[in-house]
């Protein structure tokens, strides 16, 4: 009898990702809010139809849709989603990053059927939701406690069996990647703290060094180890709240020097006539190359730090890269040089007549509107100002319109957050003082792509009783698609 092999290609494998797109009586800060979803709220709820989008993107072709790729179940915790991933470019894109670590949270789009105010505790209890358009897999997230996990699976979805608590269980049964194994992480922080290792955690430390990631990193040492996949979620989280352009921009996490395609605005559809031919419509894309370039911060502590428990190290650490890689990177979107370091909007981006302006301060609202008009109307649908607090307070907050009525609105659905002319504003406080950045922030770019390092010296701890740890972190930004941007410089103002 002959005996015959069959390769199975990864194509052939469903895509299966699964997570908790609501939660239940967590707590979310909205609008100067905390805000709560009761258990219940989702009761009656119609849950067919629901797309599954990355970052509420709703211009985007769906990842999934229920109730055939994607399966929703309302728990105890909340919303359960198990969604099957086309096997395109976009797909396994999601799919890994999903599976790396680089993306965790989930949100949704609702409609409010009754909720619970308590303006003297500023609390927020939804009672109903409505209706439920779209989940998504996003960067940030207000329930921190939503999650997304890649499954590996042979066996092709089936939405009518979907059990959330047996899928958790398989999920947890799946071999994990090196860097993301309990064992590894706590191998990690006792190698640093010059702690005995058990077999186990040596074990799980020789997995994961022998991936070699940490061999994208110039380090000073052979014993440089890449942080663990949950750290480095923590790290990467805790980015989001500190505000500015980076809650705006794109993340990669591509190899350096790989030129990536990036798709740009299309025309919109076009009446047909019956029977007539249509012509196909080429998309345009720019393609974009990051660098390597090494973000390094040295800490020293004392050589007690021994005597401190992995807990307490993590977050020390964790606080001290969130804080060092924060500034770094905030300030590169607006001014990095692109000489050894990223490339900012500022001097990335060649400014001329065709994309910037100089107005006076007494002709703030005639400038804003031009400014408004020279963006390209393809990339209008995602726009937003950028601009100092200086800047907001000193230029765009007095300006009055011919009425008398002053041009900056709140926006009255979403609490704290301003407008200008329909726009939302960001505030970061990189940009120089009268300088108005407009445009698709989504068309600039960074790019992690080997997460964080970290190695240790005790060579000062002779003389001074400390040891030095040095973390590492290559990561490149430049704009995507200079014709996304629009700048706006107001004169006279002091």
């Known amino acids: 009898m002959e005996t015959r092999s069959y390769e199975v290609r990864a194509s052939e494998k469903p895509l299966i990702l699964e997570g908790l797109a609501v939660v239940f009586n967590q707590p979310a800060n909205i609008g100067g809010y905390v805000e709560r979803i009761a258990p219940g709220a989702l009761d009656g709820v119609n849950l067919d139809d629901v797309a599954l989008l990355i970052n509420h993107d709703g211009q985007g072709i769906p990842l999934a849709r229920s109730p055939k790729t994607l399966a929703l179940s309302v728990t105890d915790e909340g919303l359960a989603m198990r969604a099957e991933l086309p096997d395109t470019e976009a797909g396994r894109g999601v799919y890994e990053a999903v599976r790396r670590g680089d993306l965790s949270r989930m949100s949704f789009a609702f409609d409010i059927g009754a909720q619970e105010v308590n303006e003297q505790e500023r609390m927020v209890t939804i009672t109903s939701i409505k209706a439920i358009y779209e989940i998504s897999i996003v960067n940030r ?251 907001l307070f000193t230029s765009v907050y007095p300006a009055k319109a011919s009425d008398g009525n002053f041009i900056l609105m709140p926006d009255v659905q979403n609490g704290s957050v301003r407008r200008l002319f329909g726009f939302e504003i960001v505030v970061d406080d990189n940009i120089p003082a009268n300088t108005i950045l407009f445009g698709n922030f989504k068309y600039y770019g960074i790019n992690i792509p080997s997460g964080l390092a970290v190695e240790t010296s005790r060579d000062s701890g002779f003389t001074s009783g400390l040891i030095d740890y040095r973390a590492l972190c290559i990561a490149d930004a430049k704009p995507i698609v200079p014709e996304a941007f629009v700048k706006l410089t107001v004169m006279g103002v002091s």
Do not use: C
Request: charged share 20%.
């Open 141 to 391: 997230a207000a329930y921190t406690q939503t999650s997304i996990q890649a499954r590996k699976d042979e066996k092709p979805m089936n939405t009518n069996t979907f059990n959330p608590v047996i899928a958790s269980l398989e999920t947890q049964s799946q071999p994990q990647e090196p860097h993301a194994t309990p064992e590894y992480r706590s191998a990690f922080f006792k190698s640093l703290l010059g702690k005995e290792l058990t077999e186990v955690e040596t074990r799980a430390m020789d997995a994961a060094r022998a991936e070699k990631r940490a061999d994208a990193f110039n380090t000073l040492s052979s014993s440089a180890a890449v942080v663990p996949d949950t750290t480095l979620n923590e790290v990467i989280k805790g980015l989001h709240p500190q505000g500015g352009l980076y809650n705006e921009i794109r993340l990669f996490s591509v190899p350096a020097h790989m030129s990536v395609p990036i798709g740009t605005p299309t025309d919109p559809a076009q009446w047909h006539t019956e029977g007539a031919a249509v012509n196909r419509e080429k998309l345009t894309t720019h393609a974009v190359t990051f660098g390597a370039f090494e973000l390094i911060k040295v800490l020293s502590l004392s050589a007690a730090a021994k005597k401190m428990t992995l807990s307490a190290f993590e977050a020390y650490l964790v606080d001290e890269l969130r804080v060092s890689v924060t500034d770094a990177l905030n300030a590169a979107i607006v001014s990095g040089t692109g000489s050894g370091q990223p490339q900012g909007l500022l001097s990335g981006i060649t400014w001329n007549t065709s994309n910037s302006l100089s107005i006076a301060a007494a002709n703030i609202i005639d400038g804003i509107l031009k400014t408004i008009a020279k963006l390209p109307a393809g990339y209008s649908g995602g726009a937003k100002f950028a601009m100092s607090n200086a800047t």
